[in-house]
């Protein structure tokens, strides 16, 4: 009867043990599926503008086209003209020649509008009329324009990126293509110039045509507390599109400073790239968290000390503590750490003293980077620093040259003196020996 009780408590124990388990190995399950992404959209990518990482990228080389592109860069070229943003502009009927589809701006030849409204016209609402006056302004011809376009996608590594207009119109067999990659190179550039990140991300603006003042809408629904696509963590940056030519997304969402950029192209349907880009934002919050690769002060590296008195080394520490934003998915041993130090280094050395620095790397993009500082001060050994001056001294090979060359003359001196003074001794023997034959001569004559 024992026996059998203790059978069915085993029994008992193994089944809750395997429930536990189960249930367990359920929820880990869900995690690993709550941490992945799927979007509707062809093309899609996620990025951190900050520090150029890819959270996420489908078919992101793959050519596609993208309408709010080319006014995206006719504004980042107007901000890196220079030219005053409050120039009035007077629009022309050549202007609005080259314009395929007026948007709501509504402007007519002779409209007086300043290059700020134009710029906020084209980033909030998509104005084709706007951007042709300002690549106009600009540039005097749209082509010198366009070709500034190219030629600027280019230098921004946007290689796979051909502008053949501003207003991003779409023709069937157009040449006007992009990548989702190329986008996201050129976003983050504009997201370091003054203006286009806070105008873009502007629900609605109001702006003057002469003395009358107007009022334009986004068409980021995600921006707009009153859609139902509606998102609090979206920034508005630029969107595009139809069904001809599909739909493009590009918004942003900030994290603790970190500024998460999500971009999707498709053509299924506007609703459809919305859901993605919204379903992105979040994606990316929840994937990206700040991480700290180096405190500040924390040992680094050892490197030998020369001539340092009573210390044959020192130790570098970190300047400052580093701290950078990266998916919860890398693992800290991904992480490559380089340390720029010179193998040695001359004492004396003061506490704080700069001795190198060290990076951080992940997949061959820099993460940050750090000075290493002298922990200690080294005082200078005297008594080493003369005695290794005249180990270098003799080590020296100008010096041993002097040195065999003295040397030589002295052992040519030495023998030139030697023979000389044999010659000389035997001049003296000779003339000895002549004169003792002349006295013995003149002897042998007396007698």
Request: aromatic share 8%; net charge neutral.
């Amino acid at each position: 009867m024992t026996i059998n009780l203790k059978n069915r408590c085993l029994s008992f124990l193994m089944i809750i043990v395997f429930l536990i388990t189960t249930v367990f190995a359920s929820v880990c399950i869900n995690a690993e599926e709550d941490s992945s992404l799927e979007t509707i959209a062809n093309n899609a990518i996620i990025f951190n503008a900050d520090t150029g990482y890819e959270l996420y990228a489908k078919n992101a080389d793959d050519y596609v086209y993208c309408a709010f592109l080319p006014r995206l860069m006719t504004c980042i070229l107007l901000m890196e003209s220079g030219i005053n943003l409050e120039t009035q502009v007077t629009i022309t009927s050549e202007m609005l020649k080259n314009t395929p589809e007026k948007s709501s701006a509504n402007l007519e030849v002779g409209n007086v509008i300043s290059l700020r409204d134009l710029m906020k016209c084209v980033l909030v609402s998509n104005s084709q009329e706007c951007a042709v006056a300002i690549a106009t302004t600009v540039a005097g011809t749209l082509n010198n324009f366009v070709a500034q376009m190219n030629a600027r996608a280019a230098e921004l590594g946007a290689t796979k990126t051909t502008f053949t207009n501003v207003t991003g119109y779409y023709t069937t067999g157009t040449r006007q293509l992009t990548t989702a990659r190329d986008i996201a190179k050129i976003i983050t550039h504009a997201l370091s110039l003054d203006y286009i990140e806070d105008y873009s991300n502007s629900r609605m603006i109001t702006f003057s045509v002469g003395k009358s003042s107007r009022t334009m809408f986004t068409k980021n629904l995600l921006i707009d507390t009153n859609s139902a696509y509606y998102s609090k963590r979206a920034t508005g940056l630029a969107i595009s599109g139809n069904q001809e030519q599909g739909f493009a997304l590009a918004s942003m969402a900030t994290n603790k400073n970190m500024r998460l950029v999500s971009i999707a192209i498709g053509n299924t349907s506007f609703a459809d790239i919305l859901t993605d880009v919204a379903n992105m934002l979040t994606f990316s919050v929840n994937e990206y968290a700040y991480r700290t690769l180096v405190l500040a002060n924390a040992p680094i590296t050892e490197i030998e000390v020369v001539l340092g008195k009573d210390r044959d080394y020192i130790t570098s520490v970190a300047e400052k503590t580093l701290e950078v934003s990266l998916p919860k998915s890398i693992k800290d041993e991904d992480i490559l750490h380089i340390y720029n130090v010179p193998d040695s280094i001359e004492a004396p050395i003061l506490k704080g003293q700069q001795i190198g620095t060290a990076e951080y790397y992940y997949n061959g993009t820099l993460l940050g980077t750090v000075n290493l500082l002298a922990q200690t001060d080294v005082a200078l050994d005297i008594v080493g620093q003369y005695t290794g001056y005249i180990s270098d001294f003799f080590k020296n090979p100008i010096v041993w040259t002097v040195f065999f060359i003295i040397l030589i003359i002295i052992i040519g001196y030495t023998v030139g003196v030697f023979i000389a003074n044999k010659r000389r001794i035997r001049e003296e023997l000779r003339k000895r020996r002549d004169r003792v034959k002349i006295t013995e001569k003149k002897k042998a004559k007396k007698k």
